[in-house]
């Protein structure tokens, strides 16, 4: 694995972890829009799936598979039965997948900083 590795796979979380509040501070944006369908980014439910290539070499036929296409996620409209006014946000359900999500997007950028701290290291050679 080489030393960027580690970075492109935290930034691909980073970039869903983005797009995921665009998309939930959309639907809370249009929380009072009649009829609004909200939207949803799905990731976490393929992760398991579709894993990012790792550069691993499978010596024992009892190791797993290492290779995987790299993970996708899709964005789609979430069908719940209707308010009063046909609008379909669970406004609370939203705010607290954004807490969610922005927590996440800590974690995510603390990770970057410390590989990137590691990588001073290296380059300074202590």
Request: charged letters at 30%; zero cysteines; aromatic letters at 10%.
């Amino acid at each position: 694995m080489s030393m960027f590795d580690k970075l492109n796979i935290i930034n691909e979380f980073l970039n869903y972890r983005y797009q995921r509040a665009k998309v939930i501070t959309s639907n809370i944006a249009n929380a009072d829009t009649p009829g609004y369908k909200p939207k949803e980014l799905l990731f976490e439910k393929y992760l398991k799936q579709e894993i990012p290539p790792l550069p691993l070499k499978r010596t024992n036929p009892k190791h797993m598979d290492p290779y995987y296409p790299p993970p996708k996620f899709k964005q789609i409209t979430i069908e719940n039965p209707p308010g009063y006014d046909k609008n379909k946000v669970n406004l609370d359900e939203e705010l607290a997948k954004l807490t969610d999500n922005n927590l996440a997007y800590q974690v995510l950028t603390q990770m970057m900083i410390k590989e990137i701290e590691k990588m001073k290291i290296v380059i300074k050679g202590k």
